[in-house]
């Protein structure tokens, strides 16, 4: 089901419909501040498993992200160096996603990996979600293809392709087709993985 919430002013009436769907173990399509991306509640291990399925992650192979609503919910789910936390302060909310050690927090499907990725997008619909929520939001990018970029940055072509998988298409507004920069700060000196939107200086 497509849903209109905007950006610059969030309704709490359609964030409380997605929140409860995403309580109940659904699964959404959201905006954030690169990508279109589907998530759900990241502690319900079905529901992670599902988006694992849709996406064909294997996630015992693939680190897992996941979207916190501030700074004082990241300790909760990973483990955090001064150094980490000095650099993940200077440039959150933004495009980032900054691999951490797992936490004890998590579910024990994110601990085969022993990494998780952790994102604040500078975006409001998902950061309200996840103050909703009061969970952290398992999170990965819609699928992005060259030859049709539009169903992966318009949100009723994105609802077309993917509907029927999912409890919500949220629309706010087009998205951007690129995606989060990737900081590995599970070694020193910490690495960029990969260039995305986000410039950041290390």
Same mark, same amino acid.
């Given at each position: 089901?497509?849903?209109?919430?905007?950006?610059?002013?969030?309704?709490?009436?359609?964030?409380?419909?997605?929140?409860?769907?995403?309580?109940?173990?659904?699964?959404?399509?959201?905006?954030?501040?690169?990508?279109?991306?589907?998530?759900?509640?990241?502690?319900?291990?079905?529901?992670?498993?599902?988006?694992?399925?849709?996406?064909?992650?294997?996630?015992?192979?693939?680190?897992?992200?996941?979207?916190?609503?501030?700074?004082?919910?990241?300790?909760?789910?990973?483990?955090?160096?001064? =150094?980490?936390?000095? +650099? %993940?302060?200077?440039?959150?909310?933004?495009?980032?996603? /900054?691999?951490?050690?797992? !936490?004890? *927090?998590?579910?024990?499907?994110?601990?085969?990996?022993?990494?998780?990725?952790?994102?604040?997008?500078?975006?409001?619909?998902?950061?309200?979600?996840?103050?909703?929520?009061?969970?952290?939001?398992?999170?990965?990018?819609?699928?992005?293809?060259?030859?049709?970029?539009?169903?992966? =940055?318009?949100?009723? +072509? %994105?609802?077309?392709?993917?509907?029927?998988?999912?409890? /919500?298409?949220?629309?706010? !507004?087009? *998205?951007?087709?690129?995606?989060?920069?990737?900081?590995?700060?599970?070694?020193?000196?910490?690495?960029?993985?990969?260039?995305?939107?986000?410039?950041?200086?290390?």
């Amino acid at each position: 089901m497509l849903i209109k919430i905007y950006p610059d002013k969030p309704s709490m009436k359609e964030i409380d419909k997605v929140v409860k769907a995403m309580r109940d173990g659904g699964l959404v399509i959201y905006p954030t501040d690169t990508m279109y991306a589907i998530g759900c509640d990241a502690l319900n291990v079905r529901a992670v498993e599902r988006i694992c399925k849709i996406k064909n992650v294997n996630p015992e192979k693939s680190n897992l992200s996941i979207i916190c609503y501030d700074l004082s919910n990241i300790s909760e789910y990973a483990r955090v160096s001064n =150094t980490a936390f000095k +650099l %993940i302060r200077d440039y959150l909310p933004g495009p980032f996603t /900054f691999i951490l050690p797992t !936490g004890s *927090g998590l579910p024990k499907l994110y601990k085969n990996r022993r990494e998780v990725g952790i994102r604040m997008p500078d975006s409001p619909v998902i950061r309200e979600i996840c103050h909703e929520l009061g969970r952290p939001v398992l999170t990965m990018s819609v699928q992005y293809d060259e030859d049709e970029p539009e169903y992966a =940055t318009d949100p009723e +072509l %994105i609802d077309e392709k993917y509907g029927e998988y999912v409890d /919500f298409v949220i629309d706010g !507004g087009y *998205g951007d087709t690129e995606g989060s920069t990737v900081v590995n700060c599970t070694v020193e000196p910490f690495e960029i993985i990969r260039h995305g939107k986000g410039i950041i200086e290390m």
